[in-house]
């Protein structure tokens, strides 16, 4: 800014757009792949299902740009921030993120977000893809929090003074609409509370180790439109679905309520020799969704036929554990993670599939086993190698009375500025 001569009326202009626009930042990321399946037209979580006749396939599965501003007050604390993000991709162009977030400065300890954004809730759903060793979330984080973003408000206790006694706290505590970006608006007037209670990396002593976690709650739900509900209960003797027909049911608050903890563990291996991870989350609760998924709805669920699709209440547990170790140096890494997601507890294996039962594929359980290695070329380029085992429970059911042939591999590059 030296060359702009500031007496000039071209100069003042010049310095006032500075001035003014000096807090704006780009940032973005794109991330081609190529995947192979173990069979043509597997069903997929680690980018989406393939055709019927493909088992092979190139796909852009990420093209984010996002726009970000900030002001700062004098002293150096952040008063507000926008921030915008799109995603553009070969199936089309998406909003991601699109929030304001207001920062309190007589205290610096609140803030108040409101708009498009990521859920509070666990660690997995909030690491950015950019980020994330792995090229997808675990299957339980895609399923409970598709697309991971929703419409609501949000504040946050976090302390910006360094010296704050509670410098290491992190509370959000938000209300969101329920179905987030899988629906163009909310179809019930229940909100969905969500809050994360977090600790930030601390050291262990002298060793350098960090360690932090967190607990979240959602504790949220939709409205019946139907009369038919279901839950588990005994059919024929056995574990089976059971139907409320009751009149009453319409109107009432079908529950959709999440606990999860989280810790993630950061071993230095010495400098420049990058480090060894260890991350675990596990969640359970209670899911309503319908009948051959267990995915949040995000319209009022209906048949074929038009007529309101009865809701199915399940409860669920899920958990991920990972290994991240680097080789030597930060430029190579290896990454391990084990995953499950149980949708329905109360049933399992053969006993999905049992006559009259009422079980469906929706109530399987997975279990997933990822393991690859990544180079990081430099701070704007970086190679993935990565490959799924996926594994089904073995039930009754026609076309999953054996381990289903859906191993995914996967190579990708990622290019960031």
Do not use: C, W
């Given at each position: 800014m030296d060359m702009i001569d500031t007496t000039t009326d071209l100069g003042k202009g010049m310095m006032s757009m500075y001035q003014k626009y000096d807090a704006l930042r780009f940032s973005g990321y794109i991330q081609p792949q190529f995947q192979y399946a173990q069979s043509k037209g597997a069903a997929s979580y680690a980018g989406g299902d393939f055709g019927p006749a493909v088992n092979n396939r190139f796909t852009l599965r990420r093209g984010r740009i996002r726009v970000d501003y900030e002001r700062y007050n004098k002293v150096g604390m952040p008063v507000v921030q926008f921030a915008f993000q799109f995603d553009g991709t070969e199936r089309g162009v998406f909003i991601r993120d699109f929030y304001g977030r207001f920062f309190e400065t007589k205290f610096n300890l609140f803030s108040l977000a409101g708009g498009m954004f990521a859920r509070p809730f666990g660690y997995e759903v909030n690491l950015s893809s950019a980020d994330r060793e792995t090229p997808e979330r675990g299957r339980m984080s895609q399923i409970l929090m598709k697309t991971e973003r929703d419409l609501g408000a949000m504040l946050s206790f976090e302390p910006r003074v360094k010296n704050h006694p509670l410098a290491f706290l992190k509370i959000d505590v938000g209300a969101f609409n329920g179905q987030g970006l899988t629906g163009p608006t909310d179809f019930d007037s229940h909100k969905d509370i969500i809050s994360r209670i977090g600790i930030k990396p601390r050291k262990i002593g002298h060793s350098g180790i960090l360690l932090s976690g967190g607990v979240s709650v959602l504790y949220g739900g939709m409205e019946q439109f139907t009369n038919n509900i279901?839950?588990?209960?005994?059919?024929?003797?056995?574990?089976?679905?059971?139907?409320?027909?009751?009149?009453?049911?319409?109107?009432?608050?079908?529950?959709?309520?999440?606990?999860?903890?989280?810790?993630?563990?950061?071993?230095?291996?010495?400098?420049?020799?990058?480090?060894?991870?260890?991350?675990?989350?596990?969640?359970?609760g209670q899911q309503t969704a319908t009948a051959f998924t267990t995915e949040t709805p995000g319209v009022i669920p209906v048949l074929p036929d038009g007529k309101l699709a009865p809701l199915y209440i399940r409860s669920f547990d899920g958990a991920y554990l990972y290994f991240i170790q680097n080789l030597g140096s930060d430029q190579h890494q290896v990454v391990v993670r084990y995953d499950w997601y149980d949708p329905n507890k109360k049933v399992k294996g053969t006993e999905i599939g049992r006559p009259g039962a009422g079980l469906t594929p929706a109530d399987i359980r997975y279990n997933t086993l990822g393991f690859g290695y990544l180079y990081y070329a430099n701070e704007h380029l970086k190679f993935t190698f990565y490959y799924d085992w996926v594994k089904n429970e073995h039930t009754l059911l026609p076309g999953y009375t054996e381990d289903l042939k859906d191993n995914i591999f996967t190579a990708r590059m990622q290019f960031r500025f």
């Open positions: 279901y839950r588990m209960g005994t059919v024929n003797g056995g574990p089976g679905m059971v139907v409320d027909s009751s009149k009453n049911n319409v109107g009432k608050i079908a529950p959709r309520h999440y606990y999860g903890a989280d810790f993630q563990l950061k071993i230095p291996n010495g400098k420049g020799k990058g480090s060894t991870q260890f991350r675990a989350e596990y969640i359970r």
